[in-house]
C-alpha cells in the first residue's frame, strides 16, 4: 500500500517562530489532508489539499502531486499550536484502505 | 450544522466482552469510515460503510464489525475484546465514498480493555 512519511517527528520551537512540516507520499493521490490532534484526540482539520497551495490565516498549505510532497506552513507560532500534525492521503490506485496517515509531527511551542 | 458525534466518549470493559461504537455523520453525509489509534500502530483505517453497505475493509480482524443504517448513522463492533484492542476509536464522516472527498472526523471513543 500506499507510504505516508513525515518529518521532521518531533519539533521544539520558541512562541512567535515559523515552522514548516514536511510529508511526502509513494504514490499518486486523490486526496490529501492535514489534520491537527487536539489534547483530548479529536483529529481538526486543518488543510484539505490533493494539489496546490492553500492559506487560513496563520497557516498555509502546499501539495506537489507531480513530486508526492505536501508542506504545512505555521507562522508566528503560539502555545496552542502545540500537538500532533498528521498527514493522510487517499490512494488515487482505489482507496481500497481508506485514508493512510503518516506517523505525525509533535510540535511543542514554548512560551 | 452539526459536527460528526460518537458516542460513548469513554468505555472501560474486560477481556472476552464485546462493545459496540456508535457514531452520527454530519447531516446529509452519507460515508461513515472508522479508524483506529493505538500509541504503537498510530491511525489505522478499520472499515467504509456507504449507503448500508460496507465498501472498504482493512487489515483487522473478524472480530471487527459494523453496519450503517438508512439515516447514516453507523454502528462498529469489537467481540471478543482482547488487550490490545484498547485505543481511540475515531469515526470519520463524508459526503460520498472514496475519491476526491474531503473527511471530517468526530471525538472519538476512547476504549479501555482490562
Known amino acids: 500500500g500506499i507510504q505516508v512519511e513525515q518529518s521532521p517527528p518531533d519539533l521544539i520551537l520558541q512562541e512567535g517562530a515559523n515552522s514548516t512540516l514536511r510529508c511526502n507520499f509513494s504514490?499518486?493521490?486523490?486526496?490529501l489532508q492535514w489534520f491537527h490532534q487536539n489534547p483530548w484526540g479529536q483529529l481538526i482539520n486543518l488543510f484539505y489539499?490533493?494539489?496546490g497551495t492553500k492559506q487560513n490565516g496563520r497557516l498555509s498549505a502546499t501539495t506537489v502531486a507531480t513530486e508526492r510532497y505536501s508542506l504545512l506552513y505555521i507562522s508566528s507560532s503560539q502555545t496552542t499550536d502545540s500537538g500532533v500534525y498528521f498527514c493522510?492521503?487517499?490512494?488515487?490506485?482505489?482507496?481500497?484502505?481508506?485514508?493512510?496517515f503518516g506517523k505525525g509531527t509533535h510540535l511543542i511551542i514554548q512560551p | 450544522k452539526a459536527g460528526v458525534t460518537q458516542t460513548p466518549r469513554y468505555l472501560i470493559k474486560t477481556r472476552g466482552q464485546q462493545v459496540t461504537l456508535s457514531c452520527s455523520p454530519i447531516?446529509?453525509?452519507?460515508?461513515v469510515s472508522w479508524y483506529q489509534q493505538t500509541p504503537g500502530q498510530g491511525l489505522q483505517f478499520l472499515f467504509e460503510?456507504?449507503?448500508?453497505?460496507?465498501?472498504n475493509k482493512g487489515n483487522f480482524p473478524g472480530r471487527f464489525s459494523g453496519r450503517q443504517f438508512s439515516n447514516s448513522r453507523s454502528e462498529m463492533n469489537v467481540s471478543t475484546l482482547e488487550l490490545g484492542d484498547s485505543a481511540l476509536y475515531l469515526c470519520?464522516?463524508?459526503?460520498?465514498?472514496?475519491?476526491?472527498?474531503?473527511?471530517?472526523f468526530g471525538p472519538g471513543t476512547r476504549l479501555t480493555v482490562l
Open positions: 504514490d499518486s493521490v486523490n486526496n
Open positions: 460503510y456507504f449507503s448500508e453497505t460496507q465498501r
Open positions: 493522510a492521503v487517499l490512494n488515487s490506485g482505489g482507496g481500497a484502505d481508506g485514508l493512510t
Open positions: 489539499i490533493p494539489s
Open positions: 470519520a464522516s463524508s459526503p460520498i465514498s472514496g475519491g476526491y472527498n474531503e473527511q471530517f
Open positions: 447531516s446529509g453525509h452519507r460515508s
